[in-house]
């Protein structure tokens, strides 16, 4: 049933793709051939087919894998279900990065999955970092229009030399276009892809408040149809190795039809609870590579007016006063 259920929700993203993005005839090579553990021991564990992974956090540990090749460009993509429940503190992860390469200069795109109390939803937050660019947060968060404990969904990094986009399901939730004036924040070095599941109680949830209560472990989250489509790069050379398929695959795929954006404007509408590009709290100044949408800083001075509308935060007088955390209560990352 369990594989059905990944197969119907798969095949319904191809069926309903337009120009541009697409995952229809992309390899999908088993974990074997493309994968290595990172951590986690038992934890991981790869089904039969050779190409479903199931990731678990117990006390124990975390766990997680890594790509075996770096790549320069590409779009990366899985199927996953998150653990169901009380998932506070959880954090489940699907990001490049070459932290291990480059420590004090890494780049990263992230897909970050954050747990909830019972009763509250899981959370999206997506990041950037370039050229170690850590002390400059490009956050954004947002919630779903569905559960994603309940079956599996798609999330998809597009990575190009001057887009990055985020997809959930065939939809563009963001975009991220490179400009003369973000310099080296744009990450522009070979990365690794890495999936995680890991204990991140001191800031996941309401900024440490809610952490993970193991009464309710193990916490499962299940990887399937892990497509690497882009251009691996040679460990000795340094080069990247792009057959024309790929580049071309690339070049399509980084512009977002009239359709696709509509459907990106509406989910951010909708959806969107977080953007560094609104924080009046933390810049004075938008960064340069921030588009703002009118729509949108309306929405969110309404949601949260301190962080968005630059409206001093009152205090009692006698009360203590809590320093603020960055972002919508939790630490930075």
Same mark, same amino acid.
Not at 60 to 77: A, I, K, Q
């Given at each position: 049933?369990?594989?059905?259920?990944?197969?119907?929700?798969?095949?319904?993203?191809?069926?309903?793709?337009? #120009?541009? =993005?697409?995952?229809?005839?992309?390899?999908?090579? #088993?974990?074997? %051939?493309?994968?290595?553990?990172? =951590?986690?021991?038992?934890?991981?564990?790869?089904?039969?087919?050779?190409?479903?992974?199931?990731?678990?956090?117990?006390?124990? !540990?975390?766990?997680?894998?890594?790509?075996?090749?770096?790549?320069?460009?590409?779009?990366?993509?899985?199927?996953?279900?998150?653990?169901?429940?009380?998932?506070?503190?959880?954090?489940?992860?699907?990001?490049?990065?070459?932290?291990?390469?480059?420590?004090?200069? +890494?780049?990263?795109?992230?897909?970050?999955?954050?747990?909830?109390?019972? /009763?509250? %939803?899981?959370?999206?937050? !997506?990041?950037?970092?370039?050229? /170690?660019?850590?002390?400059?947060?490009?956050?954004?968060?947002?919630?779903?229009?569905?559960?994603?404990?309940?079956?599996?969904?798609?999330?998809?990094?597009?990575?190009?030399?001057?887009?990055?986009?985020?997809?959930?399901?065939?939809?563009?939730?963001? %975009?991220?276009?490179?400009?003369?004036?973000?310099?080296?924040? =744009?990450?522009?070095?070979?990365?690794?892809?890495? !999936?995680?599941?890991?204990?991140?109680?001191?800031?996941?949830?309401?900024?440490?408040?809610?952490?993970?209560?193991?009464?309710?472990?193990?916490?499962?989250?299940?990887? #399937?149809?892990?497509?690497?489509?882009?251009?691996?790069?040679?460990?000795?050379?340094? =080069?990247?190795? *792009?057959?024309?398929?790929? !580049?071309?695959?690339?070049?399509?795929?980084?512009?977002?039809?009239?359709?696709?954006?509509?459907?990106?404007?509406?989910?951010?509408?909708?959806?969107?609870?977080?953007? $560094? *590009?609104?924080?009046?709290?933390?810049?004075?100044?938008?960064?340069?590579? *921030?588009?703002?949408?009118?729509?949108?800083?309306?929405?969110?001075?309404? $949601?949260?007016?301190?962080?968005?509308?630059?409206?001093?935060?009152?205090?009692?007088?006698?009360? +203590?006063?809590?320093?603020?955390?960055?972002?919508?209560?939790? %630490?930075?990352?």
């Amino acid at each position: 049933m369990e594989t059905l259920s990944r197969f119907l929700v798969f095949m319904s993203l191809l069926s309903g793709l337009v #120009s541009g =993005f697409t995952l229809q005839n992309l390899p999908i090579t #088993s974990f074997e %051939e493309s994968y290595t553990q990172l =951590f986690g021991d038992k934890n991981l564990f790869v089904h039969k087919d050779g190409k479903s992974v199931r990731l678990t956090l117990d006390e124990r !540990t975390g766990s997680g894998f890594v790509s075996n090749d770096l790549y320069l460009h590409g779009l990366f993509s899985a199927s996953i279900k998150l653990p169901s429940d009380y998932s506070a503190g959880v954090v489940v992860a699907f990001y490049m990065s070459n932290g291990d390469t480059y420590e004090k200069n +890494h780049d990263e795109i992230d897909f970050e999955f954050l747990g909830n109390i019972r /009763g509250r %939803e899981w959370r999206i937050q !997506t990041n950037i970092y370039g050229n /170690g660019s850590t002390h400059l947060g490009r956050e954004e968060r947002c919630n779903l229009w569905f559960d994603p404990t309940e079956d599996y969904h798609q999330y998809s990094i597009l990575w190009s030399d001057s887009h990055i986009i985020f997809y959930v399901d065939n939809v563009p939730i963001r %975009e991220v276009k490179r400009t003369s004036s973000m310099g080296g924040d =744009f990450p522009s070095k070979p990365m690794s892809l890495y !999936t995680t599941i890991w204990d991140g109680s001191k800031w996941a949830t309401n900024g440490g408040k809610y952490g993970v209560n193991y009464k309710y472990a193990p916490y499962i989250a299940r990887f #399937s149809y892990l497509v690497l489509h882009g251009c691996p790069v040679d460990p000795i050379e340094q =080069f990247p190795k *792009c057959d024309e398929g790929a !580049t071309e695959y690339i070049r399509a795929a980084q512009e977002i039809s009239p359709s696709q954006r509509a459907k990106m404007e509406v989910f951010r509408l909708k959806h969107m609870t977080y953007s $560094y *590009c609104y924080d009046r709290t933390r810049y004075k100044v938008s960064l340069p590579e *921030c588009v703002v949408n009118p729509a949108e800083a309306q929405r969110l001075r309404v $949601y949260d007016p301190v962080t968005f509308g630059g409206i001093p935060r009152r205090h009692r007088s006698g009360k +203590h006063r809590s320093k603020r955390s960055r972002i919508d209560g939790s %630490e930075s990352i």
